[in-house]
């Protein structure tokens, strides 16, 4: 079983920053990518961010300029450092974790999300 664990949501005023961490336990044998993903009331869920395991990015237009994805391979952990925030930033944010087994099975798994909030 994987298990995703994430933290750092909350309320803050538009402009401010926030930054949201993961971390991934359990019977992993490969991380191909680790990423966040939201979802706004009434809408579908988004990309927001995601990193390779060679380390590779790719951001939504939304949020480039304003939020940095980091990982540590060594703990399985990645975190969304995100600044400039705006009411429509205004989400459920999920963790993503791709994952590939020795068989080269792939797997995707997501956290519980934790609610980001920015005032105007």
């Known amino acids: 079983q994987v298990q995703l664990v994430e933290s750092g949501g909350g309320l803050v005023q538009a402009g401010g920053s926030l930054r949201l961490s993961c971390a991934a336990s359990?019977?992993?044998?490969?991380?191909?990518?680790m990423g966040w993903y939201r979802q706004a009331p009434g809408k579908q869920r988004e990309l927001v961010a995601t990193?390779?395991?060679?380390?590779?990015?790719n951001y939504a237009d939304s949020v480039k300029g304003r939020s940095t994805i980091s990982r540590d391979n060594a703990k399985n952990t990645a975190s969304l450092q995100m600044n400039s925030l705006k009411p429509e930033d205004t989400a459920v944010y999920y963790c993503?974790?791709?994952?590939?087994?020795?068989?080269?099975?792939?797997?995707?798994?997501w956290g519980q999300g934790t609610q980001v909030t920015v005032s105007s």
């Open positions: 993503n974790l791709w994952t590939a087994s020795a068989d080269s099975e792939e797997y995707d798994y």
């Open positions: 359990g019977s992993i044998f490969r991380i191909n990518a």
């Open positions: 990193m390779s395991s060679g380390g590779s990015t």
